[in-house]
Each structure stands twice: as structure tokens, then as C-alpha cells.
């Protein structure tokens, strides 16, 4: 996890769980990175692959305690913003809400000499009266990854988390492809369709040439941008098939 502001993650980081082979966490990367759009695109691909080849998805959001409190109300949003963009609707999000956890970092264990606890966290999210709010506040846990805060039971141990995440709801493999959504800014849109004009016009030079193997490695590049589920690839991969 970065520690500023950059994105840092690129290919989603997995790791297996050591106590159990056929369950393995993964980092993805951030929604809306502000690395550019290739960067974007290739998140957005390397996302939607990892998805393809789990048989089970449990979603767990990362978010800093300053961002709920901060910029009236502004961040707060940003957090809502990351859960439409990756359940596609606060419908899909509050079916599914026993697979998800919201989990706050760099909290402090005390504001004015009292302990920080769950229910303050809770009360933050609960002020901004929205119905993406209102779902993820009964999903917050408080977590500081060196367990300073264990002897305030609402800071999870890292125990605790792998324990609390065993027991979620688990989104079935057919339903989370169909699920989660690409996130693609209207920047990553505009570059992703230039993309696939050059390899759409580079195809189309290599058949002319009779180059069949530089035609092939083309429609390759086109084939894999299909992963992304945008409407537009689907189009110009269908148009020129």
C-alpha cells in the first residue's frame, strides 16, 4: 500500500494464503489512478483477468480515517464513487454487502483523551445521509497493520482480519465477471479508443500486405482489450472481424 497520494499498485499483487492453498488475497489496483491512461487501461485489463480465474470474490475497500473527515464531505464521496464503479449500482452493492468489509487505516487511537472507536467511525460515514453510506457503515473495522491499537478491541489484529474475511459471503465466479464493473475514466475512454483505431488501421495495413503473421499479432492486441468489457471494443473488434 502506498503511503502518499500515487497510485503505486500496477499488476494486482496476489498472495497465497498460508494456511489454506486455495484462498489467496489480492491488491488491485486503485480506481481512477492518476498514473494516465495506458496505466488505466492496463489496471482495468489486469483487474478484469484476476476476477476471470477466481472461483469466489470478497471484496475488502481500504480507506484512510482523514478522508472521512476531511473536505466536507468530498472524500467521503470518493469512497462512494470507488464502490459504484467497481458494483456498478448501490443496488448490486447492498445484495452483496456481506461480501464486502470496509476497512479504515491510520486512525488514531485517541482524539480529546478518549479511545477512537467503531461507532465514531460509524457516526462519519452515518452524517452523510447516503444510501452507499448508510451500507458501509455497518461494514467498517479500524486496522493498523503494526497492531498498535490492540488493546482497544475495535482495531482488528491481522488475525481478526483474515478471520472476518473467511466468514463473508462469497460473489460466485459466474456473477462477479458480470458484476464488477471497468473503471475507466472519460481521459482512459478517449485514449483507449485511439488504441484501437491504430490496431484496427495496423491490421487492416498488414492484410493488405498479405503479412499475415503481423496481422495476426494485431488482432491479438485486439482480442485481449475485449477482457476490458467496453461497448465501443466490442464494436470495432465486431466491425472489422
Not at 69 to 89: A, P, W, Y
Not at 129 to 151: E, H, K, M, V
Request: charged share 25%; net charge negative; glycine share 6%.
Amino acid at each position: 500500500i502506498g503511503h502518499g497520494r500515487q497510485s503505486r499498485t500496477f499488476m494486482p499483487q496476489i498472495v497465497s494464503d498460508p494456511d489454506n492453498s486455495n484462498k489467496v488475497y489480492c491488491d488491485c489496483p486503485g480506481f481512477a489512478g492518476n498514473r494516465g491512461a495506458e496505466i488505466n487501461i492496463a489496471n482495468a485489463i489486469n483487474t478484469s483477468r484476476v476476477l476471470q480465474q477466481a472461483r469466489g470474490v470478497k471484496a475488502v475497500f481500504l480507506a484512510e480515517y482523514a478522508d472521512l473527515i476531511g473536505s466536507r464531505g468530498n472524500n467521503t464521496r470518493t469512497l462512494e464513487d470507488m464502490c459504484h464503479q467497481l458494483f456498478g449500482s448501490t443496488d448490486n452493492l447492498r445484495r452483496h454487502q456481506n461480501s464486502v468489509l470496509l476497512g479504515i487505516t491510520k486512525a488514531p487511537f485517541y482524539e480529546d483523551d478518549e479511545p477512537v472507536t467503531r461507532n465514531i467511525v460509524q457516526s462519519l460515514l452515518i452524517l452523510e445521509n447516503t444510501p452507499t453510506a448508510q451500507i458501509l457503515a455497518d461494514r467498517i473495522f479500524l486496522f493498523d497493520p503494526l497492531n498498535r491499537g490492540s488493546n482497544n478491541p475495535d482495531f482488528w489484529s491481522i488475525e481478526r482480519c483474515r478471520t472476518e474475511i473467511d466468514r463473508l459471503d462469497s460473489i460466485p465466479q459466474r456473477e462477479a465477471t458480470t458484476l464488477f464493473q471497468t473503471v475507466l475514466t472519460g481521459d482512459d475512454q478517449t485514449k483507449l479508443k485511439h488504441i484501437m483505431r491504430e490496431q484496427v488501421s495496423a491490421l487492416a495495413a498488414s492484410l493488405d500486405r498479405d503479412d499475415y503473421q503481423a496481422a495476426g499479432s494485431h488482432w491479438q492486441s485486439l482480442t485481449r482489450l475485449r477482457v476490458i468489457g467496453n461497448a465501443e471494443v466490442e464494436k470495432m473488434v465486431r466491425e472489422h472481424a
